[in-house]
């Protein structure tokens, strides 16, 4: 079975630029998480999605952030405009309730984001 | 606020030792608890997960859980080099996401 698919893998901007993260969890998985990891922060979550609906984005760093679930099986992560502080690896994970009470998390590979 | 403490390390092991990696969380509410593996520039992979108190095994790695001191622990036997890793844990309440560690690198010699 085919994993998380993310999209691109490396993405290179200039500050002030529209990025837009792509993000197809595993098929079957009502659960899709969107997280940033950086060396000093660690691994932080995003926002997360049920069945298409955002439940909760507190994590989002502020407006410039955003993030879409049109379907089950694809999600965006917007950022406009990009700052350097935006540089990261962000990372989406999906699970389902079906395969245990306890939501373990699938992790896309990731798409590294460079913002000069 | 639910925290995970972990030591950043590097903990380092040679080959065939036992690797010990430890967590301790804050929320006594947390009711499952995860160890995630990250190989450099990849993505986090789930190796464990424990939900009761006491010891779960998996092959060389063994889950520890100790509730009323809010601690898990990790025990990895005969390391390898392929273990040297980034070691994230990672706590969840019941309806809740999960909360990580910063994680801790071990590195096992040859």
């Known amino acids: 079975d085919a994993g998380v698919i993310q999209s691109p893998r490396h993405e290179v901007t200039e500050m002030g630029q529209e990025v837009t993260l792509r993000c197809k969890p595993i098929s079957g998985h009502d659960y899709l998480f969107w997280y940033r990891q950086t060396m000093m922060r660690g691994l932080e979550l995003l926002i997360y999605f049920n069945n298409n609906v955002p439940i909760d984005d507190s994590g989002m760093p502020e407006d410039r952030f955003s993030a879409k679930m049109p379907n089950a099986s694809f999600s965006t992560l917007k950022i406009q405009p990009s700052e350097p502080r935006d540089s990261a690896v962000y990372f989406c994970?999906?699970?389902?309730?079906?395969?245990?009470?306890?939501?373990?998390?699938?992790f896309g590979p990731g798409t590294r984001l460079t913002v000069l | 606020q639910k925290e995970v403490e972990q030591n950043s390390g590097p903990l380092s092991v040679p080959e065939g030792a036992i690797a010990s990696l430890n967590c301790t969380y804050s929320?006594?509410?947390?009711?499952?608890f995860f160890w995630y593996r990250q190989y450099s520039g990849k993505s986090p992979e789930l190796i464990m997960s424990?939900?009761?108190?006491g010891d779960k095994e998996d092959g060389r790695f063994t889950a520890q859980l100790n509730k009323a001191s809010q601690y898990v622990s990790l025990l990895i036997r005969d390391s390898q080099p392929s273990d040297s890793a980034t070691y994230l844990c990672a706590v969840k309440l019941r309806y809740s996401t999960l909360t990580f560690g910063k994680g801790t690198m071990l590195l096992v010699s040859p």
């Open positions: 929320d006594r509410g947390s009711q499952s």
């Open positions: 424990i939900y009761s108190n």
């Open positions: 994970a999906s699970s389902s309730t079906g395969t245990s009470a306890y939501n373990e998390q699938f």
